[in-house]
Every structure is written in C-alpha cells, then in structure tokens.
C-alpha cells in the first residue's frame, strides 16, 4: 500500500508566507516525478509546480518568484514554500506523486489535499 499525506495548509493574510509538506509512505522503490496542484471553488485543477528525481522544476506563470518547490528523496517528501501569497492563490492543494513500486510499475498518487486560505 502506498500513501501520500499532505500537510502544513492554513489561513494566512496577504503577503504572508505558508510551507506545504507531503509525504509518500509504503512499498516505494523509488519516486519520479513530484508536483502540487491546486483547485479553487468552481474552477478546474491546474498545475502549480513538479520537480524531477533529479531536481529539474517547472512552475506556473502565476507563482514564478513566489513560490518554491524542492524535494527529500530519503524522505519521500516534497514541500512547497509559499511566499507572498495572495487572495487569489486561495485553493485546495494536493499533491501528486509518480510512485514505482518496482523498476517498471508505477502509478501516480494523489493526497487528500490541504486548504489554504488567504484573506486580503
């Protein structure tokens, strides 16, 4: 069984900054790719932020120079620094992972997500 559990969401004003964490637990042979998405109310999921393995990133226009993604490959964890933040990025964020359970098998995993809410 493989879980991935995010956490560190919350309500923070305009300008003020957040740190999500997820890790990912159980049978993993190794971690591909790692990303964040969001979704706000009555809007579609979108893409926030992935890094690669080997630490490659890519970020959403909306967050590029605010936010930041890195990754603990010994801990199975990535994390999402969030600075800056504005009402707009208010969301559900989740977390997704590419999960090898052996060399060729894999299957990508979502979190429960964590709320962040930012007031202005």
């Known amino acids: 069984q493989v879980q991935v559990v995010e956490s560190g969401g919350g309500l923070v004003q305009a300008g003020g900054s957040l740190r999500l964490s997820c890790a990912a637990s159980?049978?993993?042979?190794?971690?591909?790719?790692m990303g964040w998405y969001r979704q706000a109310p009555g809007k579609q999921r979108e893409l926030v932020a992935v890094?690669?393995?080997?630490?490659?990133?890519k970020y959403a226009d909306s967050v590029k120079g605010r936010f930041t993604i890195s990754r603990d490959n010994a801990k199975n964890t990535v994390y999402l620094q969030m600075n800056s933040l504005k009402p707009e990025d208010t969301a559900v964020y989740y977390c997704?992972?590419?999960?090898?359970?052996?060399?060729?098998?894999?299957?990508?995993?979502w979190g429960q997500g964590t709320q962040v809410t930012v007031s202005s």
């Open positions: 997704n992972a590419d999960i090898f359970v052996t060399t060729h098998n894999h299957n990508y995993y």
């Open positions: 159980g049978n993993i042979f190794f971690i591909g790719d």
């Open positions: 890094i690669t393995i080997g630490g490659s990133t």
